[in-house]
């Protein structure tokens, strides 16, 4: 079974995923990019669901920081964010995710893009 980890500060978005993606996917959850990069130190997900907007350090930094240095730095990412204003896509790429897929999630694209970025 394949790992996710999954780093969304907000209750009600993390249940939600949590709930659509357990029955197919091992899940560790982070508040936020520190916890995340805690999590990194000794667990190797699949691929990372980050959100883009917390406290104590967003998901650019955080994203930033496991791209230059973590010790699993080609696990594909993919951006969530409410902010879908124009370049936030391009911005998310430059910084190191794989993918961007705007809240409200669309969850048959974000079913589809896990898919295609771990096989």
Not at 82 to 105: L, N, Q, S, W, Y
């Amino acid at each position: 079974m394949k790992t996710l980890l999954i780093v969304e500060d907000n209750e009600h978005n993390m249940e939600l995923m949590i709930q659509l993606l357990e029955d197919d996917y091992k899940l560790i959850l982070a508040r936020d990019g520190l916890e995340a990069l805690d999590e990194l130190v000794d667990k190797t997900p699949d691929l990372i669901l980050m959100d883009l907007s917390m406290p104590r350090m967003d998901g650019w930094t955080t994203i930033r920081e496991i791209r230059k240095g973590s010790t699993c730095p080609g696990i594909p990412i993919i951006a969530l964010t409410a902010h879908a204003m124009h370049g936030e896509k391009e911005r998310a790429v430059k910084a190191g995710a794989d993918d961007f897929i705007t809240k409200p999630i669309d969850f048959d694209r974000l079913f589809d893009t896990i898919e295609l970025l771990i096989e």
